[in-house]
Each structure stands twice: as structure tokens, then as C-alpha cells.
């Protein structure tokens, strides 16, 4: 199993640009995750997934959709990237019930300039 | 508001040398509290579920307990590949997401 897998590892962006970032899982999770994490403010959570064409917002939903048309996947959009929006992003899986065993990607690090 | 505090912000140790973290938290009610484990560069590990106060588990060098109002990492004669930031994460009653800490950098030398 590739567990949960996210491209690209690195991106750069001006203001203004849209980008895709790509989730996949091989588990069979239900559920999934988008968070950011910045120096000094932890982990946070931009929005979730509890199953295929089920979504909900998190702590930091603005500047941000997701949509889940099938469970391995769970892509997160930036709809007009923003300097504040530089931070790096995880993805993360987990089955029903198990909110608290999350399996993390390995993280994209996005720089807005 | 729910809030989960974790100190000391890093700890710097010598191999052997015991200590442990704390993640003190305040939620309506308690789900479960998790450990996690990250390395630099990379997304973090799960290691622990706690449910209730009184709770122990372990795991080779680590060990975490849970009450109340927070809980230990106790990490028992480290060694240098225990380095890594470790994060406490909290699910309130009723709730399906988590609060995570801001984490302990751990660094042990040799």
C-alpha cells in the first residue's frame, strides 16, 4: 500500500494563481483531511470529508474547495492564491471511528509570492 | 473554546537522560486525546490513543498517561532517533475533528 500520497512536494505560486493540490489513499478511508501547518500555529484544518460527495469546512476554510466524487481521492483547490496562503499542506485519511488514528501524506510546501 | 497546550515548545536532552512533555487541555467533554510523532520534512505519525484519565499505553521508549485536565509523554532513556517534534491532538465529545497542539521539538543528543 502507498498509504496516502500528495503531489506536487513543492510549488511555487505569484498571487492571484489557481492551483490544484492532489490527495490519494489506498485504504479504503472514509474519511479526509486538509490541513495546513505554519511556524508557531500548529496544525490546522481547512476542510473534511466523511465519505464520496460529502464535504464540511474546518478552521481556516476561506480561499479553499474541496470536493470528494470518489474516496481514494480528495483534491484541495486555490481559487486566487494569496501570500497568507504560503504554508505547508497536509492530507489525511482515516476509517470511521477512528477520527483520532490519521494517517498523513507527506506534505506539499507552498510558497505564494 | 477548546485549546490544547503543549510544554515545554522544545527540550533538549542526552541520550539516556529521561524526561517527559506535557499537553494540557481544556474541552467540553473528552473523545480521545492522540500522540503523534513528526519528523522534519515529513507529515506526522500516529502513536497513542488515550480515552480516559487513568489510561496508560507504550511503546518502546514512550510511555503516555492521560487525566483530566492533561497528559504525560513520558520518554524513558532517549536516544538520538527519538528526535522529533511530537504533537498532542484532542477530539471534544460530539465533535468529529481535531485540536492539535503547536507541538514539542525534541532533540537528543548523543
Not at chain 2, 502513536?47 to 507504550?58: H, I, M, N, P, Q
Not at chain 2, 511530537?86 to 497542539?101: E, H
Request: with cysteine.
Amino acid at each position: 500500500n502507498a498509504g496516502v500520497t500528495q503531489t506536487p512536494k513543492f510549488q511555487v505560486l505569484k498571487t492571484g494563481q489557481s492551483m490544484t493540490l492532489q490527495c490519494a489513499q489506498d485504504m479504503n478511508h472514509e474519511y479526509m483531511s486538509w490541513y495546513r501547518q505554519d511556524p508557531g500555529m500548529g496544525l490546522r484544518l481547512i476542510h473534511y470529508s466523511v465519505g464520496a460527495g460529502i464535504t464540511d469546512q474546518g478552521e481556516v476554510p476561506n480561499g479553499y474547495n474541496v470536493s470528494r466524487s470518489t474516496t481514494e481521492d480528495f483534491p484541495l483547490r486555490l481559487l486566487s492564491a494569496a501570500p497568507s496562503q504560503t504554508s505547508v499542506y497536509f492530507c489525511a485519511s482515516n476509517q470511521r471511528g477512528q477520527r483520532g488514528e490519521q494517517f498523513f501524506g507527506p506534505g506539499t510546501r507552498l510558497t505564494v509570492l | 473554546e477548546d485549546q490544547v497546550t503543549q510544554s515545554p515548545e522544545a527540550l533538549r536532552l542526552q541520550e539516556g537522560e529521561s524526561s517527559s512533555l506535557n499537553c494540557s487541555y481544556t474541552v467540553s467533554g473528552l473523545r480521545g486525546l492522540f500522540w503523534y510523532r513528526q519528523d522534519p520534512g515529513k507529515g506526522p505519525e500516529f502513536l497513542f490513543t488515550l480515552y480516559s484519565a487513568g489510561e496508560e499505553k507504550e511503546k518502546e521508549r514512550l510511555k503516555a498517561t492521560l487525566t483530566k485536565k492533561e497528559s504525560f509523554l513520558h520518554i524513558t532513556a532517549p536516544k538520538p532517533e527519538d528526535s522529533a517534534t511530537y504533537l498532542c491532538a484532542v477530539q471534544p465529545s460530539g465533535y468529529s475533528t481535531l485540536t492539535f497542539g503547536k507541538g514539542t521539538m525534541l532533540l537528543v543528543s548523543p
